[in-house]
Nanobody, 127 residues
């Protein structure tokens, strides 16, 4: 059974750093797309980062230069390192994947393609 579990969220002051983790269960995450989304209260969910099976990353302009993705295949985990955090980064952060594609490289998938989601981890950045 495919399951994603996020962890590592918390509260931090503006300019600080956090690393959130997505643990994958029931499949080999390195073979498939993995994406991070976030949703702030009253706002639509926003895709911020994508990792393909070749470890190529795609980042939204809002986080480019501040956030990075990495993978630990031994632990079947993907990490989102968030540096120079801003109050506008405050949101619930979700990881997501889809197993519908056998080839997982190329342009990032749209949100509707992801059909497995974690429960989310809250990130709060105070000014």
């Amino acid at each position: 059974q495919v399951r994603l579990v996020e962890s590592g969220g918390g509260s931090v002051q503006s300019g600080g750093s956090l690393r959130v983790s997505c643990a994958a269960f029931g499949y080999t995450s390195s073979t498939y797309w993995m994406a991070w989304f976030r949703q702030a209260p009253g706002k639509e969910r926003e895709g911020i980062a994508t990792l393909d099976s070749r470890d190529s990353t795609s980042l939204a302009d809002s986080v480019k230069g501040r956030f990075t993705l990495s993978r630990d295949n031994a632990k079947n985990r993907v990490y989102l390192q968030m540096n120079r955090l801003k109050p506008e980064d405050t949101a619930m952060y979700y990881c997501a994947t889809t197993l519908d594609y056998r080839i997982c490289v190329g342009p990032p998938l749209p949100e509707y393609e992801y059909n497995y989601w974690g429960q989310g981890t809250q990130v709060t950045v105070s000014s």
